[in-house]
């Protein structure tokens, strides 16, 4: 397992065609702005990848118009998942498709200690 370098990371995404972004359950804005502002630095950096953000926002931050992608317009092949902000996999909404091993590969970014039952391939 690599760890700690934002090397890590970009290399990670640079790998992967499809990238799908999750977030924390009872998402926050700091969590909702670290997810769909990361899918648009990715989309602005690699324009031909599919980025791709789960969950939902239960009508929190109505006003930022977030789109949330359903599971079955989302291309898994050749995919990376990003959790960021989560420190387990209890704490991460949609889990079930990082349980299910649906993606390829899988990418934790936070900064939170790593307790989680979900094996992530890089960490940063």
Known sequence: MKI???????EAIEKYQNIIIFHHIRPDGDCLGSQFGLAELIRDNYPDKKVYCVGNNYNSFEFMDFKFDKFEDIDFSNSLAIVNDASSGD??????????????????????PNDSDIKYDYLW
């Not at 700690?4 to 970009?10: G, H, L």
């Not at 909404?93 to 970014?109: C, D, P, S």
């Open 4 to 10: 700690n370098s934002s090397k890590i990371a970009r």
């Open 91 to 112: 704490r991460i909404e949609e889990a079930q498709l990082l349980y299910e091993n649906k993606t390829t590969a899988k990418l934790r970014i936070d900064h939170h």
